[in-house]
């Protein structure tokens, strides 16, 4: 099932909110995931750290 169909089904069954609040922690994760890979990515190929200025 995808994310949506999950918050959908937690939409519509408001008394277990764990449906929700498990797929909102998914998307979450991903996208700090996400964000601290490209973080790393960018900082291991920055050429201003190699370069030196005299």
């Known amino acids: 099932p995808s994310w949506g169909e999950l918050l959908q089904q937690?939409?519509?069954?408001?008394d277990s909110?764990?449906?929700v609040a498990?797929?909102?922690t998914s998307i979450?994760?991903?996208l700090v995931m996400v964000t601290f890979i490209g973080e790393?990515?960018?900082a291991a190929f920055d050429p201003k750290k190699?370069?030196?200025?005299v």
Do not use: D, E, H
Request: aromatic letters at 14%; glycine letters at 4%.
């Open 10 to 14: 937690g939409k519509s069954n408001l």
């Open 17 to 19: 909110p764990w449906i």
């Open 22 to 24: 498990s797929v909102v």
């Open 28 to 30: 979450v994760l991903v």
């Open 40 to 42: 790393a990515i960018r």
């Open 50 to 53: 190699f370069t030196r200025y």
